[in-house]
């Protein structure tokens, strides 16, 4: 596949990711990134190499690497590929949280369902974020994982529990 775009300086082209890149969510601007790199620092985000790359309330897109995520077999580890899946969908659930309750509220997880279809071995894997329910106490997402080939890895779904500001 050849890269005919061109990228922000700050983020390199992989036109796979742009391929699976939701459809309305806007890339994260620097200020963005700024508020959420503290809340990485330190997390299983950060130890599994976990980019958010478009966020919106209604869905968004995150990149993995698979090597440093692996199982012993090998194999794309299945947990890591549903912390990926469940990270890019509380992101988007507390943008929904704080449309609907204002700054300050809060989501959090209730539920994670993974359906492995199959693995990766190497390279990047792309998480998309689709809401499916988008209310005023819960928002669920459903999150497809794509490797670099297009090929789908997991169908994981996420259920969030709004929580207004205390």
């Known amino acids: 596949m050849t890269d005919t775009t061109s ?10 990711v742009e391929a699976f890149s939701h459809a309305e969510a806007p890339p994260l601007d620097e200020a963005m990134r700024a508020a959420i790199a503290p809340m990485l ?11 958010v ?19 012993p077999a090998g194999l794309l580890h299945g947990g890591a590929t549903i912390a990926l899946a469940e ?9 929904h949280a704080r449309e609907v309750h ?16 199959r693995s990766a071995r190497s390279g990047m894997v792309v998480a998309s974020c689709t809401a499916r329910q988008l ?11 794509h490797d670099e080939d297009g090929r ?4 994981i779904t996420v259920a969030t529990q709004l929580l207004p500001p205390r």
């Not at 300050?104 to 209730?110: L, R, S």
């Not at 209310?135 to 994982?145: D, H």
């Open 7 to 16: 990228a922000p300086a700050s983020v390199p082209a992989r036109p796979f």
């Open 41 to 51: 620092r330190g997390t299983l985000l950060e130890r599994c190499g976990i980019e």
């Open 53 to 71: 790359l478009t966020l919106a309330a209604h869905g968004g897109t995150a990149s993995m690497p698979v090597k440093g995520n692996l199982q």
């Open 87 to 95: 990270s890019i969908a509380s992101f988007a659930a507390q943008l």
């Open 102 to 117: 204002g700054d300050g509220a809060q989501a959090v997880g209730t539920s994670v369902s993974a359906l492995h279809h």
């Open 135 to 145: 209310g005023r106490q819960v928002a669920a997402y459903l999150v497809e994982v």
């Open 152 to 155: 789908l890895l997991s169908t």
